[in-house]
């Protein structure tokens, strides 16, 4: 099989396809992706083009089978993803994909959907034809993020009442929507056919759609002059074989090696699984429930276990009795899926951290400009910035299950014990826009918890759905949350005081200071003993007499600035602050602590978040579970008025503020 005949993989062309036809690799032209005839096999690379992609992002080689296809072209298909894989380097992720099973990876690359079309061999050649006119053919159209269109007989016995059919009689086009189809399926069925018309008709012909037959008498007519007048009523469709969600929670990893002449396949753990369990000497299968068989090969595998890849895992599916249909995806070691990393309990990349450690800094350090984040959205996405926190602010505290104004002066003053409703006001371009933080603290109760997701439905309500609802737990706040508070946020143990209520204050407190500037800088209340100071940042030790500003030897200058601003919160006497340097502290300081104690001295970098792709999923419900169908490679196109979509930005899960909803999705 020659390979150096291929086109320029890293060109500007983000999507490649080639057909098997008569044993040989034939390109199919651009205008014909997403046409896929079922007595073919291909091959479809994608190499990321995005802004964000970068020379080690994975690229994603699949290999696709017909329903019809025969086992030559399947081995010749085979044999070219082996060989093309070799090329490409280890940063390539394998797919095996069946005919009307294919992953959410692949459906991602076709919008609006994929149409499977009848025949083969030389017809396969002409994908499709401008401007041709002479056709008569019958699509079922069914999916709900992915759609796709299979050609069926045409006949009025193809039809039910669940899916969606579209008639395509050349220069017109009649779609005739299920009466059970939702309005979403029909919706983007609608979007289906309109491609249709503008790739194969050159937007000439004419779209019809029957969404009641006794109402578009005139299309009837039609159909029934080509297919007949029907007979009886229309039967519900067959339900097609839907995943058990319970059964996707069972996740079995496996080591594959060579026994003499045979292949092993031994279990070694179940879910929850660790990242240590798999060796780059080694190569592993991980079934996640059978919906889909990994297969992990590590840098260091045997080549010959490695270049049997799919036949391993088609073996290990045909003995454990999955479909055959089921999916396959064959990673290398550092080129792993967010999918896979997600079935282990962390997942930490291999990278050295002090790679991109210049680059967090920068962004730590970064002056913010209004206009800039307004002008370049990329950079205000990077940030997680709407602008630098200079608008109007709010805050309530829940108390008593309703919202207790706090004082503008206590603003920032937040207690691990409550709950606070913060509500942000700003303009962009001339609008006034809102963001209201729903901020949780650790020791707050279900009940406030729960006061705290109504009291921001009603205010929601107030402002006719115009608020932007943020969860944000202690902790884990965003750098937009902290800019409001211009640098001064600190956290107290306990519950708060603004109502003459809650715990006393102890007479010894110790703060800890993390920070360089308004957008990164928070302090919170420590447990006041030695062992919970660290040598890279600040601590604010308040006791009866006199508040330390402890220095530690591996702080900055921006954060010594920061530490005097915050600790008028802390302490409002200026004459009973004392700065204290690391290894200089007076006795007392040692007796307010309980005494001296080992503590960290290491540098405490921020997390890494550079090499985390952010992963779009469609939310819905089934038989009472929340199912999520990632979409991959998304865009702004993918959201729409019929859905409900939820947004892990790993650092940020954005989801619909619906409080009985318990969602996690981060990798």
């Known amino acids: 099989m020659d390979i150096g005949s291929l086109p320029d993989i890293e060109s500007h062309r983000d999507l490649h396809i080639w057909i098997i036809e008569n044993l040989k690799l034939v390109p199919v032209p651009e205008g014909a992706y997403g046409n896929f005839f079922e007595e073919h096999c291909y091959v479809i690379l994608h190499v990321p083009q995005s802004l964000r992609a970068t020379q080690g992002t994975p690229k994603d080689l699949h290999y696709w089978i017909g329903k019809k296809a025969d086992a030559e072209a399947q081995g010749a298909a085979g044999t070219f993803v082996q060989h093309l894989q070799e090329t490409l380097g280890n940063a390539t992720v394998q797919h095996r994909e069946v005919q009307a099973h294919e992953s959410d990876c692949f459906c991602s690359y076709f919008r609006p959907g994929v149409i499977y079309r009848k025949g083969g061999l030389a017809s396969a050649l002409k994908h499709v034809e401008t401007n041709m006119y002479n056709i008569r053919r019958l699509l079922r159209i069914k999916g709900k993020k992915h759609v796709s269109a299979t050609e069926v007989q045409l006949s009025w016995e193809s039809f039910n009442k669940d899916d969606i059919f579209l008639l395509d009689l050349g220069k017109v086009m009649i779609q005739w929507n299920g009466p059970k189809s939702s309005i979403s399926e029909k919706a983007r069925a609608l979007a289906l056919t309109c491609s249709l018309q503008d790739r194969e008709r050159a937007g000439r012909a004419q779209i019809g759609v029957v969404e009641d037959e006794a109402k578009a008498s005139g299309l009837m007519e039609i159909m029934e002059t080509v297919l007949g007048r029907r007979l009886g009523s229309l039967y519900a469709a067959i339900p097609s074989r839907s995943i058990n969600q319970l059964q996707k929670a069972r996740v079995h990893l496996y080591h594959i090696y060579q026994k003499d002449k045979d292949l092993v396949i031994q279990e070694l753990a179940t ?36 270049t049997i890849s799919f036949s391993q895992a088609q073996g290990f599916i045909q003995a454990k009795g999955y479909p055959t249909y089921t999916n396959v995806e064959v990673l290398n070691q550092g080129a792993e899926s967010a ?94 826009q809102y963001i209201l ?49 211009q640098g001064q946020m600190v956290v107290f143990q306990g519950s708060t005081q603004h109502s003459g209520k809650g715990q006393p204050a102890p007479a010894t407190r110790l703060f800890h200071v993390q920070g360089t500037d308004n957008y990164n800088s928070r302090t919170m209340e420590v447990p006041a003993r030695a062992s919970a100071l660290n040598s890279s940042d600040i601590f604010l030790l308040d006791t009866a007499s006199i508040c330390y500003i402890w220095f530690g030897k591996g702080c900055s200058g921006d954060q010594r600035e920061m530490a005097r601003r915050v600790v008028t919160v802390i302490s409002e006497n200026e004459e009973d602050k004392e700065t204290v340097l690391e290894g200089q502290e007076p006795p007392h300081f040692w007796e307010a602590l309980g005494g001296r ?17 952010p992963r779009l999923f469609e939310c819905s419900s089934q038989h009472d579970h929340l199912v999520l169908m990632e979409v991959v490679f998304f865009s702004q196109e993918d959201l729409d008025k019929y859905d409900v979509m939820l947004l892990d930005a790993w650092q940020e899960v954005r989801r619909p503020p619906l409080a009985y909803w318990d969602v996690s999705v981060s990798v």
């Open 271 to 306: 879910r929850l699984l660790t990242q240590d369990l798999l060796h780059e000497e080694e190569c592993y299968i991980l079934d996640h429930g059978g919906c889909k068989i990994y297969l992990w090969q590590g840098r260091r595998s045997n080549h010959q276990e490695k």
């Open 339 to 432: 999918a896979f990393k997600q079935l282990f309990r962390t997942w930490s990349e291999e990278q050295p951290r002090s790679k991109n450690l210049g680059l967090i800094r920068k962004l730590n350090q970064v002056k913010l400009d209004v206009v800039k984040l307004h002008s370049q959205p990329e950079l205000a996405a990077q940030l997680r910035m709407v602008d630098d926190g200079s608008g109007k602010v709010e805050v309530w505290c829940i108390q008593d299950l309703g919202r207790q104004p706090v004082d503008p002066k206590l603003h920032g003053q937040l207690c691990a014990g409550n709950c606070y409703l913060v509500l942000y006001t700003y303009q962009r371009m001339g609008h006034i």
């Open 437 to 485: 933080y729903l901020w949780q603290g650790h020791q707050a109760t279900k009940q406030e918890i729960a006061a705290l997701n109504g009291n921001a439905e009603e205010l929601d309500l107030m402002y006719h759905g115009a608020l932007v609802q943020v969860h944000v737990t202690m902790g884990n706040e965003p750098p937009h949350f902290f800019a409001i508070f």
């Open 597 to 613: 104690a080992p503590y960290p001295s290491n540098k405490s970098l921020p997390e890494d978040v550079s090499g985390f792709q």
